[in-house]
């Protein structure tokens, strides 16, 4: 007897050690199953992203819309076989709340997240469109010369568009510039664009003959969606904008234009009073460009005129092989520089003036300000006042003296002023 209790108490204690380790064995498993899990809106839908160390746990992904009171099951990942799942079945606009639980044994360890669907943006263009197409005639200020008023109207800018995205409060705008085949980074440049409608922009931070490339990020919040399909290269090109055509101190006719960029080349036409068609008078490229550091122009002096020959000009500007044209401005040489009768007046210099020195920055370099004054010498034949109206008095020959000046907005360590000073020859006739 006694050796049966012996040998009953010995299979009780290995059983109760097999026990011990079949249980240890049971509840060995971890407190925690998920250490985190994440969502993203991609351009499918939105990826759920699991993060864990416990790969032979079952996870368990549910989704609540908003409007919703219950939890639906959308996705069984076993032993972690792929560690994302895209949910394509979301709707842009609508908020999401996503609770994924991880069984591993008799331990359930469950987390939640939310996000709001947002729509990749599609269909984004690149154009180019004028001042006038975009905002209309009425977005410049008085008191500038109607010629340059309409020459800047119809001047090129560069406008993105794209698809409204349901539920977006905004949009980020990404550029990059192009070289070739090389396209350098994306970089956000909402600062620099100006808005039209919801989904249209304006990009006022091109220059002229550089080639770049667009994404489009919807934004609701915190909530982003991803971006947009990359646009193809776009090459902007900005219209030229010929200011004058003078005669003043130059045996022929100054002309003179405003444009920023990477120029190839320029072209000038002209037409007198005798011709029916314009020609090619003059091809200019690299160091045959004339630039004026006082007005910050580029400057070409046409020589094979004619007196009292009235002349037609207009340019043609290209990058590699991509061409705008000017507007077109009109000047009769003469042996004086103004032929005004008494009574009179002549406006030839009050538009030199409006149009380079009294416009707004857009014709400014950045970092100069401008000014320029008018006199008589002889205010009993001709007078003119403060913005170039020269007006005849008594029949005779004068000068009016238009003196320009330029200086820097911020001044360097020895702030310094240039000035440049202009004769104008005047001849007034009696009748």
Known sequence: ???????????????????????????????????????????????????????YATYVIYRKASTSKYYEEIKVIKNLSGKSFVDKKVQSSVTYNYKVSAINYIVVDTKTNTITRLNTPSDVKVESKTYKDVWGDDIFVSGLGK????????????????????GAKSYNIYRAKVNGSKTGEYKKINSKVSQIEKNKVADT??????????KVQAVKGKYKSTLSKPTKSYTFLETPRLASALTADYDGIKLSWVVDGYVS???????????????????????????DKTTCMLNYVDKNVVLDTRYNYYIKMYVNNKSTRSNTVGVTFQDVDVIVKVGESDSTYKKYYDEIYNTDAMLLPVGVNRD???????????TVTKEGIITGVSAGETTVIMIRSSAPVIPNPEPYTTYTETKIKVRVLSE
């Open 1 to 55: 007897m006694k050796h049966f209790l012996k040998i009953t108490s010995t299979a009780l204690v290995i059983l109760t050690i097999l026990l011990s380790i079949n249980v240890t064995t049971v509840f060995a498993a971890p407190q925690k199953s998920i250490a985190d899990f994440t969502v993203k809106n991609v351009s499918k839908g939105i990826r759920i992203s699991l993060k864990s160390n416990y790969k």
């Open 147 to 166: 010629e340059y008023v309409d020459q800047l109207l119809n001047s090129q800018i560069t406008v993105l568009s794209w698809n409204k995205v349901k």
């Open 205 to 214: 931070g091109v220059v002229s003959g550089m080639s770049y490339k667009y």
């Open 265 to 291: 080349k320029y072209e000038i036409y002209r037409k007198s009073q005798e011709d029916s068609n314009y020609k090619r008078i003059k091809t200019l490229k690299g160091d045959e460009i004339l630039y």
């Open 372 to 382: 320029v004054t008018f006199s008589s010498e002889d205010e009993s034949i001709a």
